[in-house]
């Protein structure tokens, strides 16, 4: 058996001791590049941070937000989310929950600098059965929770399906005061003009 060891031979003992050296020597060597690998696949921590949740519907061509956690089934529901220390490559999500647990999911890749983005969900393209009831909205931001709205959607508001009747009522009303005011004009106008008559007479 030959060691590459130039000198005189060793004792027995030396060559235990040299085996077990070597042996340490890559266990530590092995410890190393195992925290090497571990530490460079941890991506670097961001600043980014959520300032403020603005949630409601969506209004006008513009897509405004007007605040609200009750909305109906043909809302447009909008989330905006105000950041602040965003770096290229935050990644900021947004999970929409369902009456049933189904879910909406939505994401982006933010810039560096980027101080707010928007989400949205159009509830007209969920089946009726599926929208009706208690959501959850989830944000996270790089992989870590971070805010979390519960809002409620109704099947109808009441101006949706009576609205119509009511302003079929209204016209009706305003048909019977016009043609009652008219109706009295000319009886009016018909006395007024026999009484001038008689008066002629006279």
Do not use: C
Request: hydrophobic share 45%; glycine share 10%; proline share 4%.
């Amino acid at each position: 058996m030959k060691f590459l060891y130039q000198g005189p031979p060793l004792e027995k003992s030396e060559m235990v001791g040299t085996f077990i050296t070597h042996r340490i020597r890559i266990r530590r060597l092995l410890v190393i590049l195992v925290l090497f690998v571990a530490i460079s696949g941890i991506p670097p921590t961001s600043s980014a941070v959520i300032d403020e949740h603005i949630f409601g519907r969506a209004v006008g061509s513009a897509h405004q937000i007007e605040p609200t956690l009750e909305l109906v089934r043909d809302d447009m529901v909008a989330s905006k989310v105000l950041l602040s220390g965003t770096e290229d490559g935050d990644r900021l999500e947004w999970t929409f929950t369902g009456p049933g647990g189904r879910t909406f999911s939505d994401s982006q890749i933010l810039s560096a600098g980027q101080i707010w983005a928007q989400s949205e969900l159009d509830l007209s393209l969920i089946p009726s059965d599926e929208v009706v009831g208690t959501w959850t909205l989830d944000l996270s931001l790089n992989g870590m929770p971070d805010e979390k709205e519960t809002f409620t959607v109704e099947l109808l508001t009441g101006l949706v399906w009576w609205g119509p009747f009511v302003g079929l009522g209204v016209l009706l009303v305003v048909v019977l005061v016009a043609g009652s005011l008219l109706v009295g004009g000319l009886v009016f106008l018909k006395r007024a003009l026999q009484k001038k008559k008689r008066d002629n007479q006279e």
